[in-house]
């Protein structure tokens, strides 16, 4: 299956967590796309990349990827979802696409729940490494 993964990637600590969780989905034979891999971060690229603002060259790529993938698996861990992964998640339901969530944190919107419109377009949440290789394990059979 091919998965993209919808995550924030502002800060180190969440780059090393995307790796983890990529490196995980891979080991089960999955092919990601990871945006802060295949695109990079915002903030350390050229202002214009192949003569297109960086912002415009990021968004076109990662929606050319949400075209491509089978499944978007949607990182939830934060006090507030990334408006960026919300946006990913969102457009790959309206497109037919499995959306699955993981969630290792436990701070919540409300009594152990996301916002009923994240959750609602969610097959699935997951909470911990080995869950995640169980499902998608699953998913491959």
Not at 15 to 41: K, M, W, Y
Not at 106 to 117: A, E, K
């Amino acid at each position: 299956m091919k998965i993209y993964i919808a995550a924030p990637l502002f800060c180190q600590g969440e780059r090393d967590f995307n790796e983890s969780v990529d490196a995980i989905v891979r080991s089960c034979g999955h092919e990601t796309f990871l945006p802060q891999r295949e695109g990079g971060c915002v903030a350390d690229l050229p202002d214009v990349i192949d003569g297109v603002p960086k912002r415009r060259h990021l968004f076109r790529l990662d929606c050319e990827h949400m075209e491509w993938c089978d499944a978007v698996l949607f990182l939830i861990d934060s006090r507030v979802p990334d408006e960026g992964a919300c946006f990913e998640l969102g457009y790959c339901y309206a497109k037919g696409k499995r959306c699955i969530g993981y969630q290792t944190d436990v701070r919540s919107f409300i009594d152990g729940h996301s916002n009923v419109m994240l959750e609602g377009a969610l097959e699935a949440v997951l909470h911990s490494p080995e869950e995640l290789r169980a499902y998608l394990g699953k998913a491959t059979e």
